[in-house]
């Protein structure tokens, strides 16, 4: 047979530019196909648009605050049409990272056009038939829609849609109270809009309950209302929608769908040629690959979690695979996430309930307050905490809510994998102030009982008695 390419990659998200790219660096011929936006989902309604939106947002929650730290703002002015030229703004400076150009810059052979895959080795686009020893399926996801009565016959937003509303919400109602969902209601309630948010169960429900508590608390306290119940139906209303949750109706002027995404794994002919799929997604191994030798599905678009950075994981597994012919298989084990509201939660490795469900009391939980950090006290950001889950000394996991609690998760991804100790953390020489030093004064807690256990002191007072003696 005769191939026109070494690897055939669908889809220029996150997972399908990092495969294409990295195969190509190693001098691979690729061809990246791709028939919308490059980027994907992250760069253009996802992601960049959304921390956009949020950093206007911080903007003018700050300038609410009349009088802090000595210093008055003035009431703020939003202008919507602003902030959507800051997010626009933000895309377009990130889009070369992820260009056509560049990639071809790369040894790339970029097509536009809807691929279909016709064989194990085979794919057309737009008439041409291309043909590799691997195809990768990179095709992403798109926004879950649940089944609401008259949802299809009212305007409903999505992450795909919001950022581009001619007007800000004069009532926003949101389904949904994952990342998603509690981001955009924190972000347009401090631009100016009511907000209410519906969701049935708990919101935030894969994190720490504990430290979802305090997320919802600080939105409740700056005027987003929660109803806890099932979305059940929806219909128009003048120029808005009523949707009824339990026994409420709620009138709003928008309603934005938040209620998690689905693979977008159709109409590829994946399954025509024997591709199996999963409960959302692509069937995948450990190694990414499919029921058909010689695919991969990795990122979104495959059964399991979807999260930008791990589909930039797979992408460079799958690429390192192709290239060297080194088996990769995935460890989520220290997979890290964040949402950033204010304050942000933040998780990496397990939970302290899926940590008690699989060791039982095993298990310790150190927590350290962030009220205890002399950076947050000097900027008034005491409201956190870090909860380290540990297996004796191992660390099983950690849970942060707080202000940049993302950015403490990296020092437990490494001691969650063994690259890194509570004791090597707990010892750090680190910059002060600084938040990191909630991470140590954790790792520190750990080993505390037994630094300045029984033992350790009976040895100390021995030296301290023989230095008597003989001084």
């Known amino acids: 047979m005769k191939f026109t390419h070494d690897v055939i990659v669908i889809g220029a998200g996150a997972a399908g530019l990092t495969a294409a790219g990295g195969c190509a ?97 085979s794919v057309t686009v737009d008439g041409r038939e291309l043909r590799a020893p691997r195809i990768v399926i990179a095709t992403g996801s798109k926004p879950a829609v649940p089944p609401i009565a008259g949802i299809a016959n009212v305007p409903y937003l999505t992450n795909e849609t919001i950022f581009d509303i001619p007007e800000l919400p004069r009532h926003l109602v949101i389904v949904g109270g994952g990342n998603i969902g509690m981001e955009m209601a924190q972000a347009f309630r ?9 969701e049935p169960g708990e919101v935030l429900s894969r994190d720490d309950p504990e430290n979802a508590a305090v997320v919802k608390a600080a939105l409740e306290a700056e005027g987003v209302r929660f109803v806890k119940g099932e979305a059940g139906a929806v219909e128009r209303a003048g120029g808005g929608v009523v949707l009824t949750a339990g026994s409420e109706r709620i009138e709003g002027s ?31 191994d450990k190694r990414r690959r499919t029921s058909v030798k010689g695919i991969y599905a990795i990122g979104d678009c495959r059964d399991g979690p979807r999260l930008t950075h791990l589909s930039g994981y797979e992408g460079s597994n799958v690429a390192l695979e192709i290239t060297l012919g080194i088996p990769t298989k995935v460890d989520w084990s220290a997979l890290p996430w964040c949402t950033y509201t204010s304050p942000e939660i933040a ?12 060791h ?20 008034d950001a005491t409201r956190g905490r870090l909860k380290l889950i540990l ?62 256990g029984p033992i350790p002191k009976r040895y100390a007072q021995f030296i301290a008695k023989m230095r008597r003696r003989f001084a």
């Open 25 to 121: 660096l190693f001098g691979l011929d690729v061809a990246l196909i791709e028939a919308r936006r490059m980027g994907g989902e992250c760069l253009n309604d996802g992601c960049v648009p959304s921390k956009a939106l949020l950093a206007a947002a911080a903007r003018a929650a700050k300038a609410r605050t009349a009088e802090r730290f000595g210093v008055t703002l003035g009431k703020p002015q939003v202008d919507w049409a602003g902030v959507k030229a800051h997010i626009r703004s933000v895309i377009a400076a990130i889009e070369p990272h992820d260009s056509k150009e560049t990639f071809e810059g790369m040894g790339c052979e970029v097509l536009r056009g809807w691929a279909k895959v016709t064989g194990r080795q």
């Open 190 to 198: 401090r631009l100016g809009s009511e907000v209410t948010l519906v």
């Open 254 to 284: 928008h309603l934005l769908i938040a209620a998690g995404r689905t693979a977008n794994c159709r109409g590829f002919g994946l399954e025509e040629i024997g591709v199996a799929m999963g409960d959302n997604g692509i069937a995948v």
């Open 347 to 358: 998780q990496v490795g397990m939970t302290e309930s899926q940590a008690r469900e699989r």
């Open 360 to 379: 039982g009391d095993a298990i310790t939980v150190v927590t350290e307050g962030f009220d205890d950090n002399e950076r947050a006290m000097t900027e």
């Open 391 to 452: 297996k004796g000394k191992k660390v099983l996991g950690a849970s942060i809510v707080g202000r940049s609690a993302g950015d403490l998760l990296l020092p437990f991804s490494q001691a969650i994998t063994g690259k890194s100790s509570t004791f090597a953390l707990g010892s750090a020489i680190i910059a002060y102030p600084t938040r990191s030093e909630i991470a140590k004064a954790a790792a520190f807690s750990a080993w505390e009982p037994t630094v300045f």
